[in-house]
Nanobody, 117 residues
C-alpha cells in the first residue's frame, strides 16, 4: 500500500513563506507525476502544482511566480515551496501521486495552511 504523509503546514502571516513536504512509503514514485492540491471550505479542490516524472512543472495561475514544486526521487519526497503567501492561499493542501496505466491515484491526508492578514 502506498502512503503519502504531508508535513510543513501551519499558520503564517501574509507575505511569509512555508515549505510543504510529502514523503511516500510503500512504493517509489520516480515514474509517477506528483501534484499538490488545495481545498478551502465551500470551494472545490483545485490543482495547485504538478511535476512530471522528468521534472516538467505546471502551476495554477493563482500561484504562478510564488510557489515552486520540486521532487527528490532519492528521498521519495515532493515539496511545495510557498512564498509571498496571501490570505486566499488558506486551505488544506493535499499531496497526490498520479497513477499510471493500471495504477490508482493516491492522496495524502492533507495539511492545513492558514495565512493571516
Amino acid at each position: 500500500q502506498v502512503q503519502l504523509v504531508e508535513s510543513g503546514g501551519g499558520l503564517v502571516q501574509a507575505g511569509g513563506s512555508l515549505r510543504l513536504s510529502c514523503a511516500a512509503s510503500g512504493s517509489v514514485f520516480s515514474s509517477n507525476d506528483m501534484g499538490w492540491y488545495r481545498q478551502a471550505p465551500g470551494k472545490q479542490r483545485e490543482l495547485v502544482a504538478r511535476i512530471s516524472s522528468r521534472g516538467n512543472k505546471n502551476y495554477a495561475d493563482s500561484v504562478k511566480g510564488r510557489f515552486t514544486i520540486s521532487r527528490d526521487n532519492a528521498k521519495n519526497t515532493v515539496y511545495l515551496q510557498m512564498n509571498s503567501l496571501k490570505p486566499e492561499d488558506t486551505a488544506v493542501y493535499y499531496c497526490k501521486r498520479f497513477g499510471r496505466a493500471y495504477e490508482i491515484d493516491y492522496w495524502g491526508q492533507g495539511t492545513q495552511v492558514t495565512v493571516s492578514s
